[in-house]
């Protein structure tokens, strides 16, 4: 069964950047598109990126020329560059396979917290 680990959160400051990493262990990332998920207080879970095997990207309209998702399948890790950070990106990142039938259970995800 695969493990997913996400690292990389953390405090900054509005306008600054931090890159998170989500590690997978158990089974190869590489043949399925992968996502990352977010999901603020007192909200659902939501796509913000994902990436298919091929390297194809999509983007939530609200992190779309911000956030870039990338992929190193040597490495089973996913990550997701996040820049220009608002607000309200404040949330607990996770990652996981986007397809629900693919999915595994989720991570303790890595908080990502932004002060203005």
């Known amino acids: 069964q695969v493990q997913l680990v996400e690292s990389g959160g953390g405090l900054v400051q509005v306008g600054g950047s931090l890159r998170l990493s989500c590690a997978a262990s158990?089974?190869?990332?590489?043949?399925?598109?992968v996502g990352w998920f977010r999901q603020a207080p007192g909200k659902q879970r939501e796509l913000v990126a994902d990436?298919?095997?091929?390297?194809?990207?999509n983007y939530a309209g609200s992190v779309k020329g911000r956030f870039t998702i990338s992929r190193d399948n040597a490495k089973n890790t996913v990550y997701l560059q996040m820049n220009s950070l608002k607000p309200e990106d404040t949330a607990v990142y996770y990652c996981?396979?986007?397809?629900?039938?693919?999915?595994?259970?989720w991570g303790q995800g890595t908080q990502v917290t932004v002060s203005s």
């Open positions: 158990g089974r190869s990332f590489s043949s399925n598109a």
């Open positions: 996981n396979f986007v397809r629900v039938v693919l999915r595994a259970s």
């Open positions: 990436i298919s095997s091929g390297g194809l990207t």
